[in-house]
């Protein structure tokens, strides 16, 4: 999972289903967590250590 973005039954029940979180949770937590990080560019130069620090801030 990645960092910043927490595990909670919305998440879980998303799975279970096969829907995206955005479709079967649109207003949850995990959804607007995922949304932020996908609109989150992370440079292909950057190394992986500053790549989730960078993901990580954008959550915040």
Known sequence: MPAG???????????ATGKPIREYA???RDARA???LAGTPVPAWMP???ALQAMAAALD
């Open 5 to 15: 973005i927490r595990s909670d039954i919305r998440l879980a029940e998303t799975f």
């Open 26 to 28: 649109a207003k949850s």
């Open 34 to 36: 995922y949304a932020a």
């Open 48 to 50: 992986a250590g500053q």
